[in-house]
């Protein structure tokens, strides 16, 4: 049985149980208040028979006879007479009167006259009155006894007697029991139509699930949710928050629970509020030097919005790795144009070899030694040391020339030693090269982007510098920007989210990213890095070598 069948029944049984013992209490209140009512009725008929003067004037007359009274005289008589119109106007059972001795002189019996009655008088002769049910010669009745005083008011001569036959007492429980069922009937009604109100309610609110089944549901989510490295947010059509994980709370840097409030008032930046509120998937939003894509969903059942759900997952490794592939290929692409134009110096080489003239091949392979395998026009060039790294920012060079800007390299720098962490440099560098490529290409001639490299030990510090319009809003420069449509890219690069990354592959390594001068009033920016650990050092012994 389902659990809202369930419930149902056990409401319904209960709503009988209770307006069953309610019926039942007012039952019996009903008739107690009706034996009380015909106990009082007997009483003040038998108190009015005994006030009666000649009723007082007869009995004691009987009374003070010392002898028995013949039930032919009593059967005319006027007690006779009178007791009967009584119990014919009160609908009673009998009107008794008896002396003293318990004789009766009235009955509506007149076979018993002149007899004792079958019950006890003792108590009204005392002055009592009695109100009792006793069963009697007419049977069990509701009867009142009542002492008759003689005129003048002294001892008791008789007792008057008054009953009603429960019949009679119990003539109105009928209509009082079918009021009884007809409420019953209609509270029951009134409870099971609620019941089935709050049951279509349940069902509705719950959607159809049961709370067995919800319990389970809880179970697994938590189970879910907790073992997935992803955060989850769930929002109400309202745009309340209705569920937020750690992990989201992490990634968002979200302090405080923001369970129940809206989502305007949950501390967010702009950017990730609306990348909450837009369904579909977002390329990325930086929070704390964090990369994170959030996709939103709407979650509907059947025609009913219950809402959204956005999944916040943590790219930045992800996007670093990219960087670094990038870079990587860009050092390949390098090193095979390298070995290309290597190969056909070489050529010609031995065409001059072969040809005979050694004079002109010995000329052109010591000119080949002093220049280089590859000439990439790049001034200052030569003052970086490692080849890997020359052959990157050479490759970084000839991108910069294809949009009209110049890259050199500052005629100070000094880089004795050879890059250790090739990915990590070229990914920092490419990026803050790549930033001032696109600040350089937007202004007006001379365009032209200085690098500037040094390295003490194991670190490796560079300054770029570069002739664009400056930085406009240097406290927002490390958040994700809005991508350059003019600059080349696809669905990884190009997304705005260099800057952020750069800072935190360098922060990763105990270094930074910063912005050294903003410019802006004729000169363009100066962005600085210091990258620790990147960097196999020479000893002095070395370099003299």
């Not at 309610?201 to 938590?222: I, K």
């Not at 943590?314 to 790795?321: C, K, N, P, S």
């Not at 510090?461 to 890219?489: H, K």
């Amino acid at each position: 049985m389902r659990f809202a069948t369930r419930l149902l029944v056990v409401q319904v049984a209960a709503q009988v149980a209770v307006v069953g013992v309610a019926a039942g209490v007012f039952l019996a209140l009903g008739v107690s208040q009706l034996r009380e009512e015909a106990e009082s009725s007997a009483l003040n008929i038998a108190r009015t028979v005994a006030e009666d003067p000649d009723v007082r004037r007869l009995v004691t007359a009987y009374s003070a006879d010392p002898g028995t009274p013949q039930a032919s005289e009593l059967r005319g008589g006027e007690l006779q007479e009178f007791a009967l119109a009584v119990g014919d106007r009160t609908d009673g059972l009998f009107v008794v009167i008896t002396d003293d001795h318990g004789i009766r002189l009235a009955h509506p019996t007149p076979s018993r006259l002149g007899m004792p009655v079958s019950t006890s008088f003792a108590e009204a002769l005392a002055g009592d009155e009695v109100v009792t049910w006793e069963q009697g010669t007419l049977g069990v009745s509701a009867r009142a006894k009542v002492p008759v005083y003689p005129p003048d008011g002294a001892t008791p001569v008789g007792e008057v007697s008054v009953g009603f036959e429960p019949a009679s007492v119990f003539d109105d429980l009928p209509a009082l029991l079918l009021g009884i069922g007809g409420t019953v009937a209609v509270a029951v009604a009134v409870g099971v139509g609620v019941s089935l109100l709050m049951r279509r309610r349940l069902e509705s609110v719950t959607l159809g699930v049961q709370p067995e089944e919800l319990a389970a549901l809880v179970g697994m989510q938590t189970a879910v949710l907790e073992g997935s490295g992803d955060g989850v947010i769930a929002l109400d059509p309202d745009g309340v928050v209705r569920l937020c994980t750690p992990t989201a709370e992490r990634l968002l840097g979200v302090t405080g629970s923001p369970l129940a409030l809206p989502l305007s008032e949950v501390a967010l930046s702009p950017a990730v509020r609306d990348a909450l509120r837009t369904p579909g998937a977002t390329d990325g939003v930086v929070v704390d030097g964090r990369v994170l894509y959030v996709d939103v969903r709407p979650v509907r059942r059947g025609a009913r919005a219950l809402g959204t759900v956005a999944v916040v997952r943590d790219r930045t490794d992800l996007v670093a790795l990219t960087e670094r592939l990038g870079s990587v290929r860009t050092l390949s692409d390098a090193l095979r144009v390298q070995r290309h134009e290597f190969a056909n110096r070489l050529h010609a080489a031995a065409g001059l070899i072969d040809a005979g003239r050694s004079d002109e091949a010995r000329r052109f392979l010591w000119e080949l030694v002093e220049r280089g395998p590859l000439d990439y026009a790049v001034p200052g060039l030569d003052a970086i040391g490692d080849p890997l790294l020359q052959s990157f920012v050479g490759a970084k060079a000839t991108a910069a020339r294809e949009r009209e800007v110049a890259l050199v390299v500052d005629e100070q720098s000094l880089l004795r030693g050879r890059v250790a962490d090739v990915e990590d440099v070229a990914a920092v560098l490419g990026n803050i090269i790549d930033n001032a490529v696109d600040a350089a290409a937007s202004a007006p001639p001379p365009r032209r982007v200085e690098l500037l490299l040094l390295d003490d030990g194991a670190t490796l510090v560079a300054t770029v510098t570069d002739t664009g319009a400056g930085v406009s809003d240097p406290a927002r420069l490390f958040e994700r920007r809005a991508p350059d449509p003019g600059a080349p890219g696809d669905r990884v690069h190009n997304l705005g989210i260099g800057l952020p990354l750069s800072r935190e592959l360098a922060r990763r390594r105990d270094g930074d990213v910063w912005l050294i001068d903003p410019g802006g009033t004729g000169t363009g920016a100066v962005f600085g890095a210091r990258l620790p650990g990147v960097m196999d050092a020479v000893d002095d012994e070395e370099e003299r070598t």
